[in-house]
């Protein structure tokens, strides 16, 4: 009986009774030791009625990567088949049951997740996980992915850790301790009886806590001064002290050894003395059971802390090499290397060496934290300097792609200074920690010193690493980065049949641009970046590469190249690199005015960018979402939302002087020169104008032709046209504006840049009186607008109609495809494909079962009833 514990029983109920219905949820329990965590998971599994798949983390258990995980789903292996071959492959090479894979710790979370819904088609599945911070890392992130994305598939999910552990994106709910009342009946039920002084002196040191109250009064004393953790601790040591000295060393073993399998706690215990008949002793003092009939499980975490504690070194020595020799030859080659690690306190390269095939097979499983632990253990292990840094720089590149970051840096620092090649990756490393928490100053820095590292001796390597510090330019805007990474391209001697010579160029158009310095001495830029798009691979570098670092049109050519590596990437399964391919995608579709397509593209990249740790790749979707948002006329938040969004909102919201303080502080700020800024310019020009400061358009416009006669692209030349238009307008008469219009109508290709330029036409049109050459391009403004859902400027539209006395009726959004939300939109598109559920999931990272309700939801939107009818929707 939980007594105390009406609220915490009744929210679990609620989870499970979710699950019975199909609707799926995770919650965490958060609490000190003995709060009461665990008898609230064994509540749930009293349940009866749902599939229970239960694991315990084991803080020793932390180097050995998907141990928890694999503990908890072999007796779901056989349903592996089920779920998408690439999400199984990951986890069978996760779980060492076949080659190791290629995919990343978010891929076997996807794989979790496709699991469970596979186990959840024969009924509701729960999920128990006790003391999750002793996870082993990669069990812990793909159980989190999993439970962050759990949606319609009947999984019920309870996560209990102590405070401190975070999983952002779930409920928590923290326990407290008992009130009075309850700790009373706790104390009373367990202990024998008690002096009312002892009594009142246990109420008062447990503070509410469960177990304290039942183990306390076993020790027959109080030690008041010592925190409640080592109370009970000491509780569970006094009960030990009552054993023969052979239990106590089987007691000894089993809490050295992570997985406690009974086999090898057996094995390792006779050596040392003891028999098996001491299993029952122990088993009788009720410290220990044996569980599942083949692993030996504690009956508290803190027994096995106690136990251990008091164990003398030159015991835990003995046991731990005795450990490592029972297990020798065994599938736990591993785990024997760590036994034979722990028992060595001096540097020893063969064990060193054992602990480095150790790294390399959890590295090759994806199980990045493990690996670096293991390499920072065998450096640690090593006689030789040498070798000693080339492990702690293979830790500090495995914590990396781990994503800790901060570690990672302070792994690559501590390796020193060791030779050309390992100072390289070192700087990389560092470089990439520093851009992965959104450093960028910090990560260009790393990447300069890289260049002058390898200028010399390896051309080739410090061009592209020079394409990664243009891209950080181009991310920040940072002028003294730009003139840095321009000395150093100028400096830089490639080879001139080097397959490296076109990202060279490409640099240096950028930094050329950014920095408004002359062209004339550069190959012409169209084929600069074709030739650097044949280098581009499905990778980091390969999409800076099609995308020419900002500088290559968002035609045709740049979607079918963008849509081509992203479709690798998730089909070899780098979740790591999706954020950026994915927020790629959508401004490209953002620029082909596939509005729709585009955030949903980006709404993915931001969540799979929270779940990769990816904060910097978080805020440039976030931004492109913001975007998306102020064209359509939604309400941001001026706290969080971007200048250049909030400015571009004022504009089309009619706040012209507002919209140009902010496009003024962009543009003449510390961005000033950069790419994008010259994105800004037309909408500076038009802000200008409209509140009546047309002197202050003139000067924007001027370094916005410049730029855009090196750079030699239609989009760029009809935005200038439509500057000079404008201009044009305001001067008496009206010197070339109509030409101008003209000149940029005939420019554009990018949708709703030419509605702009339609309806600013057609508004200088009807002030000339040319009511029906005006009504003409406010129509067709009128039409883009409405089709692209930016309402705002579609309301000025039909405004200026009015005005010419055409009568318009206000779109009320009953077009079918505008009903679908973005997740909608993707699965609609793909289903239409003739995908299944299944691949659609894959493709998406959802379970099969929400993407069939995301169908179920869409069908009456679109007004179809059965699957085969969505192939003859064309979506626009």
């Known amino acids: ?34 709060i009461g965590k665990t008898a609230l998971l064994d509540h749930a599994a009293a349940a009866g009625d749902l599939r229970v798949l239960r694991t315990t983390g084991i803080e020793a258990e932390a180097e050995l990567p998907f141990a928890s995980l694999h503990l908890m789903f072999r007796s779901a292996l056989d349903h592996l088949d089920r779920i998408p071959e690439r999400q199984a492959a990951a986890l069978r090479g996760a779980f060492g049951l076949g080659p190791a894979g290629t995919g990343d710790r978010f891929l076997i979370g996807l794989a979790v997740l496709s699991l469970l819904a596979e186990l959840a088609e024969d009924g509701p599945v729960l999920c128990l996980v006790d003391d999750v911070q002793w996870l082993d890392h990669a069990s812990a992130d793909a159980l989190v992915i999993a439970a962050r994305r759990l949606a319609g598939e009947g999984v019920a999910m309870l996560l209990a850790a102590r405070a401190g552990f975070t999983a952002p994106g779930l409920t928590v709910l923290e326990l407290a301790g008992l009130d009075e009342a309850a700790s009373g009946e706790v ?27 039942l183990e306390l009064p076993k020790s027959g004393e109080s030690q008041g001064e010592l925190s409640l953790t080592s109370r009970l601790e000491e509780a569970f040591a006094h009960q030990v002290d009552g054993l023969s000295a052979a239990a106590r060393v089987l007691l000894q073993v089993a809490a050295a050894d992570a997985t406690a399998e009974s086999a090898i706690v057996l094995a390792a215990a006779r050596v040392l003395g003891s028999a098996p008949e001491h299993l029952e002793e122990i088993g009788a003092a009720g410290l220990i059971r044996t569980a599942d009939g083949s692993r030996l499980e504690f009956r508290h975490p ?76 065998a450096a640690a292990l090593s006689p030789s300097a040498g070798e000693r840094a080339r492990r702690l720089t293979l830790a500090a590149e495995a914590t990396e792609f781990s994503g800790r970051f901060d570690r990672a840096r302070a792994l690559a620092l501590g390796a020193g200074s060791p030779g050309a090649e390992l100072t390289s990756r070192l700087i990389r490393v560092r470089a990439c920690s520093d851009y992965g928490e959104g450093h960028l100053q910090g990560a260009h820095a790393m990447l300069s010193a890289g260049v002058d590292h390898l200028a010399a001796t390896d051309p080739g390597s410090a061009a592209w690493l020079l394409l990664d510090a243009a891209s950080m330019i181009w991310l920040d805007g940072d002028r003294d980065m730009a003139h840095r990474t321009a000395e150093q391209l100028d400096a830089l001697e490639v080879p001139p049949g080097d397959d490296v010579v076109p990202v060279h ?39 800076l590469l099609i995308g020419g670092l900002g500088l290559a049109d968002q035609d045709a050519r740049t979607h079918q190249l963008a849509l081509a590596a992203t479709a690798a990437i998730r089909a070899e399964g780098r979740v790591g690199l999706l954020p950026q391919a994915l927020t790629f995608m959508g401004h490209v579709e953002h620029a082909r005015g596939r509005y729709a397509d585009a955030r949903a593209f980006a709404e993915e990249a931001v969540n799979i960018a929270a779940d990769t740790g990816q904060p910097a790749w978080s805020r440039l979707a976030t931004a492109l979402l913001d975007q998306l948002a102020a064209v359509q006329g939604e309400p941001l938040d001026p706290a969080t ?44 020009v038009e802000a200008a104008l409209r509140s009546g400061r047309s002197a202050r358009a003139a000067e924007p416009l001027a370094r916005l032709e410049s730029w855009a006669g090196m750079l030699r692209q239609r989009w760029a030349d009809a935005l200038v046209s439509r500057c000079r238009a404008l201009l044009a307008t305001t001067m008496a008469p009206d010197l070339g504006a109509d030409a101008h219009f003209r000149a940029a109508l005939d420019a554009h290709e990018r949708p709703f840049d030419r509605a702009r330029t339609e309806l600013l036409y057609g508004e200088w049109l009807r002030r000339a009186r040319q009511t029906g050459d005006a009504q003409e391009h406010l129509r067709a403004a009128l039409e883009t607008f409405e089709w692209l859902g930016a309402r705002p400027w579609a309301d000025r539209a039909r405004t200026e109609l009015g005005a010419t006395g055409w009568s318009t009726q206000r779109n009320t959004g009953a077009d079918r ?7 909608e939109r993707q699965i609609v598109n793909l289903a239409a494909q003739g995908l299944s559920n299944k691949d659609i999931a894959a493709h998406l990272f959802l379970s099969p079962r929400t993407v069939g309700q995301h169908l179920y939801k869409a069908f009456p939107k679109l007004g179809v009833t059965a699957r085969a009818q969505l192939a003859e929707l064309v979506l626009p």
Not at 515 to 532: H, I
């Open 302 to 377: 803190l027994v096995r802390a106690a136990i251990w504690q008091r164990t003398p070194l030159a015991r835990r020595l003995t046991i731990h090499h005795t450990l490592s020799q029972v297990l020798e030859g065994t599938a736990d080659a591993d785990r024997s290397a760590w036994h034979l690690a722990a028992a060595t306190l001096t540097a020893d390269e063969q064990v060193a060496g054992r602990l480095e095939e150790t790294a390399t097979r959890a590295h090759a499983r994806s199980g990045y934290a493990a690996a670096a632990a293991a390499y920072e253990r």
């Open 641 to 684: 939302a971007t200048p250049a969004a909030l400015a571009l909102l004022d504009l089309g919201q009619g706040r012209p002087e507002q919209a140009l303080l902010g496009l003024e502080s962009l543009v003449y700020g510390k961005a000033r020169n950069r790419t994008p800024a010259m994105h800004l310019v037309p909408d500076l």
């Open 817 to 823: 495809f505008a009903q679908l939300t973005p997740q």
């Open 505 to 543: 160029q490409l640099c240096r158009w950028f930094v050329t641009l950014t920095l408004g310095r002359p062209t004339t001495e550069l190959p012409p830029l169209a084929e600069v970046v074709e030739r650097a798009r044949a280098q581009a691979g499905p990778d980091r570098r390969g999409l």
């Open 1 to 34: 009986m939980l007594r105390g514990r009406t609220r915490e029983t009744r929210t679990i109920d609620t989870l499970l009774a979710d699950a019975r219905t199909g609707v799926s949820g995770a919650l965490v329990l958060l609490g000190e030791p003995g």
């Open 187 to 213: 104390l009373d039920s367990a202990a024998r009886p008690l002096t009312e002084e002892f009594r009142r002196r246990i109420l008062a040191e447990s503070a509410g806590n469960p177990l304290a109250l």
